[in-house]
């Protein structure tokens, strides 16, 4: 899950426990979150685009299409 997402963290250089610290929950919740136990919420994809990817699209970020052209 979550696959152009996790490419993005690899360019970037950051772990799972990178994005728990922006979402200030702990790394069991995160990666829940990531293995599609539960569910991120819409403040959750917010904050994780806006802090660390603002120039990648929510749609990209969390859906699975490996198309959408980068800005930058």
Do not use: H, Q, W
Request: one cysteine or more.
């Amino acid at each position: 899950m979550f696959r152009n997402l996790k490419a993005e963290m690899a360019r970037k250089g950051l772990l799972l426990k990178d994005l728990a610290v922006t979402l200030n929950i702990t790394d069991k919740s995160m990666t829940n979150k990531m293995c599609g136990k539960t569910e991120f919420t819409r403040k959750e994809m917010l904050a994780i685009k806006n802090k660390e990817f603002p120039n990648c699209s929510l749609d990209y970020l969390f859906g699975d299409e490996s198309d959408e052209p980068k800005a930058g």
